[in-house]
């Protein structure tokens, strides 16, 4: 679909640092063409000396990659989404990765206790099911950071049971990975909060983040780690997420009254 990966290539485009890259490249080509002028000049002794001879044809090889920079920096220019289509775009997908756990966990179109719980929270270390070159952060012009790499977990209350999906999610490529299901019994859920886990990030820092953790009798755990609040200072802000606090409290309250 041509749409489709227009919008993957201007994600690409966002989150990568293709602008500046250039913009970098077009300076330092741009001052060796004016070193090269410059050195033509003082060594042939006139000022025509630069567009003479072997001189001009240096100077218009140089001249090629100066050309395609700028038509290159153009393009990126014109394909450089705003952000607020950026999250109109993550918004919709999203949504779309909502109507997939339904159906994959096969309660689309059933009564359940209450909406789905979404869990979303950016991906900031080395993961497996996506390319490092994948994991981003962007500050936009709004001062919010945002990011590419993102872990999802949605679940969804039937009469005796929750239902949990996880997946990874590429926001540039547009692709879930590691996609599971889960479903317990309220009966079996012997904890719902929060704790600490130590992680290291793609950077190589060592840091401790929050995480939200549903244990299960057998032993078997659920996880979602956040590092926004590690992003979250004086300088920077993150666009928002699920506070986990708010999940852990509507989490409790349906096992409560299911429990009784």
């Known amino acids: 679909m041509p749409e489709e ?17 250039s913009i970098v490249a077009l300076i330092c080509l741009s001052i060796l063409i004016l070193v090269f002028v410059v050195f033509s000049i003082i060594s042939g002794g006139n000022l ?18 100066l050309i395609l920079l700028v038509v290159y920096i153009v393009h990126i220019i014109n394909n450089l ?4 289509q950026v999250d109109t775009w993550f918004k919709e997908e999203t949504e779309s990765l909502v ?14 206790l209450s909406g ?9 270390w080395k993961a497996k099911e996506i390319n490092d ?3 981003n952060e962007k500050k936009g012009k709004d001062g919010l950071l945002r990011f590419s790499a993102w872990k999802f977990m949605i679940f969804v209350f039937t009469e005796k049971r929750l239902g949990c999906y996880i997946a990874m999610y590429d926001l540039i490529k547009g692709v879930t990975t590691k ?11 012997v904890r719902v909060g929060t704790d600490q886990e130590t992680v290291t990030l793609l950077s190589g820092d060592e840091v401790h983040m ?32 699920p506070k986990l606090e708010e999940v852990v409290t509507l989490i409790r309250k349906i096992l409560e009254e299911k429990k009784q």
Do not use: H, W
Not at 48 to 54: R, T
Not at 99 to 112: M, P, S
């Open 5 to 21: 990966k227009l919008k993957r290539k201007q994600i690409s485009i966002y989150f990568t640092n293709a602008l500046s890259g």
């Open 48 to 65: 025509l000396a630069p567009v003479s001879g072997n001189a001009l044809i240096l100077l218009c090889l140089m001249f090629l990659p």
């Open 81 to 84: 989404p705003e952000d607020t």
């Open 99 to 112: 109507k997939r756990a339904l159906q994959l966990l096969g309660v689309e179109g059933k009564t359940l």
């Open 116 to 124: 789905p719980v979404v869990i979303y929270k950016p991906v900031m």
């Open 133 to 135: 070159e994948d994991i």
């Open 179 to 189: 996609e599971t299901t889960e479903e317990f019994y309220y009966s079996d859920i």
């Open 210 to 241: 929050e995480q939200f953790v549903l244990k299960i009798s057998s032993g078997d755990i659920v996880s979602m780690r956040d590092i926004t609040k590690l992003y979250e200072t004086e300088k920077y802000k993150v666009i928002p997420t």
